[in-house]
């Protein structure tokens, strides 16, 4: 999405897979990751380095060992990818990443341009945990967008996506930099999550904010003096359903002309893998 990113953060190191995608990325100069418990980059690099691209090795990593609130509250760096993929909001303390301070922090240190992505399970997850998850992202973004991961044709997780300003997509123009020849590590990890062409990666695009308006009225937003997604998160554990949730989501999906961009082909391509005529 962003047509020429130099700067990473990543909040949470996890299986390093997160972080790891930004290796093959050619313009990548710095990957900062930033994860609180030291074992984990060490750990995972012993056991998932292929998946990972051997991330926590490579030259332009720069990991940080802290609070990622801390850290962004802290630093006078900016960067042009800002990811959050912390566990679920459920787990004690979890749920000041999911903040609307937080979304507000993380604002403050993006480039001109940039783009944050916020994870968002919705396996072990009701609706109303989902919902206040979306509408506090929203009410910071409130031109984000929301893309999709099925398993077996079922809703699994988000990944929701925003910029300060509206966002862009040129189809044509994708389509162009992944058939350079040095995208060809970008392709071929694309490719082994079964992404095999622009079309059906975008196709993975379950709306915008202005869809869910009406769905998300009235929905808690979570805010760092009451941390109500927490309680939510945890009354709403044991509801596991997440197909069902996301069904819900696509209904409401509606077509975004001014978004998208490209050859009357591509986009052709592009409603299709929506599923569209």
């Known amino acids: 999405i962003h047509q020429g990113p130099k700067s990473v953060l990543v909040v949470g190191f996890g299986a390093g897979v997160t972080a790891g995608t930004f290796v093959v990325h050619p313009e990548i100069e710095n990957i900062t990751i930033c994860e609180i418990e030291p074992l984990i980059p060490q750990a995972s690099s012993r056991y998932f380095a292929t998946e990972n691209h051997n991330v926590f090795h490579d030259r332009r990593t720069h ?9 962004i509250l802290t630093t006078n760096e900016k960067f042009d990818i800002i990811t959050s993929d912390p566990i679920h909001p459920w787990v004690k303390g979890t749920a000041t990443l999911y903040s609307k301070e937080y979304f507000e922090l993380v604002k403050k240190h993006l480039n001109s341009g940039g783009v944050i992505t916020q994870w ?36 699994y997780d988000l990944v929701l996506l925003a910029q300060a300003e509206p966002t862009k997509i040129d189809i044509d123009a ?18 082994e999550v079964n992404f095999h062409s622009v079309p059906q990666l975008l196709g993975t695009y379950a709306g915008r904010a202005s869809d869910l308006k009406d769905w998300l009225k ?36 509606r077509p975004a002309p001014n978004s ?9 391509a592009f409603l299709a893998s929506l599923g569209q005529p």
């Open 63 to 71: 990991m940080v060992y802290d609070d990622a609130r801390h850290f």
């Open 120 to 155: 968002v399970p919705l396996y072990e997850s009701d609706f109303e945990t989902v919902k206040s998850e979306l509408a506090t992202f929203f009410d910071v973004f409130p031109n984000g967008t929301i893309w999709g991961n099925d398993i077996s044709g079922e809703g």
């Open 174 to 191: 994708l389509q162009k930099r992944l058939r350079r020849d040095d995208y060809k590590l970008v392709a071929q990890s694309l490719a």
């Open 218 to 253: 009235g929905a808690e937003i979570n805010r760092d003096l009451n941390l109500r997604l927490q309680y939510l998160a945890g009354m709403g554990l044991n509801y596991d359903k997440p197909g069902y949730v996301y069904s819900e989501m696509l209904m409401r999906r």
């Open 260 to 268: 998208f961009t490209g050859s009357q082909e591509n986009i052709a």
